[in-house]
Structure formats: C-alpha cells, structure tokens
C-alpha cells in the first residue's frame, strides 16, 4: 500500500464517485475552527493560559465546549447530557468512596499520598483538581466521539507534529549551547519533581527541567518537548507512532519514532513493542518467528557488543536494579493492597479519586478508585480490541490501544493527557461505523 499522509482523499473512492472519507466538511464554520485548534494543541501539557494549574489551551476549550459549541444540533444535546452526567457521577463515585472510611481508616504509611489540604470532613483538594482533569479528557474525548470527521486524525497528526518539532528543537538547541532552549512552558507540575531529579522547589517542578540524557551522555538533553517530561512524552507520541506504523505512513513513523528514541524513555520502547508487535503479528502469523529470531539476536548483541549491552541497560535493565526501581516495586505493592485490607467499600471503590499517587495506571487505580474503577478503565481502552471486526485501520487502531494500556498499566499514572484520549475515542468510532456494515452483512 503506498503511503499516504493522514487526510489524503482515497482515490478509489473518489474514481467510484463517492466523497472521499478524508474530506473536511465542518459543521458550521465555529465548529470547524473549534476542532481545527482543539487537535493541534491537545499534547500540549505544559503551557497555561491562565495563573491557574491546569488551565492549558485544550483543558479549557474542551471544559468550555457547551457555551461554544451551543446549538440546535441534537449531537449538543448528547454533549450536554455528557457533559453533567460525568460530573454527577464522579461526586456519586467520590462519595461512595469517602464512605469507607466511615468503616474503617486505612494505613496509608507506606503509600504516596498526594497533598494532604481538606475541604470537608475526608474531601480532599485533589479530589477536586484530580476529578477536574479528568472531567476535561473525558469531555475532550467524547467530543471527538460525537463530532468524528476523518480530517480529525490529520489535525490530530499536526498536533503532534508540533510537540516533536519544538522537541527536536529543544534537544539541538542544547546539543550546540548546553543550556535550556525551552522558552514556553509555564507551567509547574505536583508530581514531576522525583522524576526530575531533585529538579523542582518543594513539592513541585517546572514544566522546563530537563534531563540529562541516561543513552547518549550529559552533553545531550532526553527529549520532553511540551510534554514537560520524556515518559509524558512518550505516553503522549507512541499511540501515533503505532498508528502511522499500522497504516504504513512511513514517513511519518519514522519521524516520531527518531523523536521517542531521542526521548530514552523505558516507557516509549514498552509501547511500541508491544504494538507494533500485534500489528506484524496480524498481519504475517510467521512473525512470531520473527520475533523469537529478533530477541535472540538481542541477546547475543547484549552479550558480545558493549554499545549493546550499556543502551538496554541504561534504558531497561539498570532501572530495575536501582533505587528508583525498588521504589517503584514497593510503591507498586503498597498501592495495589490497598483494596484487600478487609474493607469491602474501600475494594470495590477505593481511597477516593486523587487521595494517593502511584507510579503505574494499575495500582494507581487500585488504590484511588478500587477493584471497579481499574476494571471499568481497562474495559474503555479494551473494549474497542475485542469488537473491532473490520476496517483499513483496525490492525493500527487494536495495537495502538494495546500500546497504550501496556505504558499505562506497566510505567504511568497519567490520565489527563489527552492524545491517548483521542485514540481511545477513535477506537470506538470505529466501533459505531462498523455497526451498519455489521448488519447489512447479516441482512445479505
């Protein structure tokens, strides 16, 4: 198949006189410009606009996205039901889980909890900050879902252009100077300071630290962009890394897997092997033959070549032999036993949404939302995987939702970046699209 960049009309279907699928035909011209400017700025992290953590340039159009977007469309309707419905579930959600505590009040000691600041009784800050992000990328991932034209993946694409771009600028501009070129960021984040190393003041870090590169020496810079930290980095390009990949945009690929590699980060490396893995594997079943060649080869390069042997154990092997690995394994089983101390509310429900931190999505959810709140996350990027039957992308699309729930369960916390969101959407765009075809097909 030649390669083909995101938004390219398909020719066969325009020589059998269809529209193309690719085509951009906006909803009204202030729907139009809406999307055009919510895709390019959404991996956009580390930027406010306003003296208020959290107000970035996505967050705040898609929290502000009822007054914008208002209209007789009954697709509004939708958005607005959406819109509150979430919220009211989240406080019902939150109180079902502050209610445990009436049972019992657990031992968090060994946990990471995040800023202890109450608002009432066990309501905490965070509960509310916490819930606040992750209103707007339920809300920026359902308008994506509501409002699906194809021409969003090309203008998802550009978003992330922009973001590795000003990367690669970043990483030259202290390869020549040696010192910071990033000029944009403004932003501080609560929970960056550790993996800064020490960069932050108190209990926070700038959105600028950057790192010194663990693959390539000090003189060079792990490349973090506006992501503010090469694993968000990673979280944020890999999913459309392994999309282009599944849909042979070449070019594009290589782009942004050259910037994930510039990144050095174990969370990057863990994405694309496991999606770019299922994408060869559905599509030559010898692959697995393949695979199983490639990692003995692997193994004889670490034994026999130096350069080999330091690059996977900088970006692999020496974390787990570190302090920092051994703290990222005791975190993980202090978070993931919080369900299981006896309190049946706290294990379906957990501590309450933004109550502790841990430095993987599985424990994490385990200890702030319990046994169905990780059950209920991991069915929203899963679902898509299991019922996703046809399409030109349902290889891309199954490996780049598996790629990202193996980062997130496996390496990240993060929910409140949103171009994992939009694949996630995607995902069950596809889902929708397929239903009539599903049925014309039983019909025939």
Known sequence: MATR????????????????????????????IFFRILLLVAPIQSVLLLPVQGSTAAFLLALLSPAILIGPDPRYGRLLAFYFGFAILYALYMALSLSGYMIDEPDMSSLTVI??????????????????????????????????????????????????????????????????????????????????AGAGHGDYATGSVLQQSNLFGPAFMRLKSLAAEPSMYALSVTPFAVYAYGRRWWWIFAILATSLVLSTSTTGL???????????????????????????????????????????????????????????????????????????????????FGTVRATDMMSNLLANVGILGLLGYSSLILLPCFLIRQGIDRAAIIGTLLAIFAMEMLTVSEYSYLPPWFMIALGFVRLREQKPLLARQRVG
């Open 115 to 196: 800023r202890e600041v109450y608002i009432w009784g066990h309501l905490k800050q965070t509960h509310v900050t916490q819930g606040t992000y992750l209103w707007a990328a339920a809300v920026f991932s359902f308008l994506i879902y509501q409002y699906y034209q194809e021409s969003f993946i090309k203008y998802a694409f550009y978003g992330i252009m922009i973001i590795v771009c000003y990367g690669f600028y970043e990483f030259i501009f202290y390869a020549i100077f040696h010192v910071n070129g990033d000029f944009l960021s403004n932003r501080n984040f609560g929970d960056l300071n550790t993996a800064a």
């Open 270 to 352: 863990i994405g694309l092997l496991v999606g770019l893995l299922f994408i060869q594997m559905r599509q030559r079943q010898e692959a697995v033959l393949y695979v199983a060649a490639g990692l003995i080869v692997i193994a004889l390069l670490y034994i026999t070549v130096d350069p080999v042997y330091v690059a996977l154990n900088k970006l692999l092997f020496d974390k787990l032999d570190t302090v920092s690995g051994s703290d990222r394994i005791q975190s993980f089983v202090a978070q993931a036993s919080v369900p299981f101390d006896g309190n049946p509310i706290r294990a379906l429900f957990g501590l309450g």
């Open 5 to 32: 960049f995101p938004g390219r009309p398909d020719q066969r279907q325009t020589r059998a006189g269809r529209a193309s699928v690719y085509d951009f035909a906006p909803d009204g011209l202030v729907n139009g």
